[in-house]
């Protein structure tokens, strides 16, 4: 079974900075291509990065392109979301997926609809 759990998720003031952290339980994680999404109170939830199996391609939505970096330690079975420069319209709860994927393959996915397993995500707000 898949587990997918979120941390680092916070407080903090515009301009601050937090890294969200996504561990998945379970077997060949370097055989997923990994998510992140958020939905804040009434709006739909949006893709805000994506990466694949082995890190080298990554996608970001516009609105957070130069502030975000999504990154992996195959090792640690771990995905990253580090978030700089955060404005209260960032405030949202963050969640991880993840998708297998061909181990010969380099694919990423930015609809949610793609990915199999979620986390339950962590609360990230931003004040002005």
């Known amino acids: 079974q898949v587990q997918l759990v979120e941390s680092g998720g916070g407080s903090v003031q515009a301009g601050g900075s937090l890294r969200l952290s996504c561990v998945v339980s379970?077997?060949?994680?370097?055989?997923?291509?990994m998510g992140w999404f958020r939905q804040a109170p009434g709006k739909e939830r949006e893709s805000v990065a994506a990466?694949?199996?082995?890190?080298?391609?990554?996608y970001y939505t516009d609105s957070v392109k130069g502030r975000f970096t999504i990154s992996r330690d195959n090792a640690k079975n771990t995905v990253y979301l580090q978030m700089n420069s955060l404005k209260p319209e960032d405030t949202a709860v963050y969640s991880c997926?993840?998708?297998?994927?061909?181990?010969?393959?380099?694919?990423?996915?930015?609809?949610?609809?793609?990915?199999?397993?979620w986390g339950q995500g962590t609360q990230v707000t931003v004040s002005s």
């Open positions: 997926a993840a998708q297998p994927v061909s181990p010969f393959g380099d694919q990423i996915y930015s609809s949610s609809s793609r990915y199999a397993y």
């Open positions: 379970g077997r060949a994680f370097s055989n997923y291509a």
């Open positions: 990466i694949s199996r082995g890190g080298m391609t990554a």
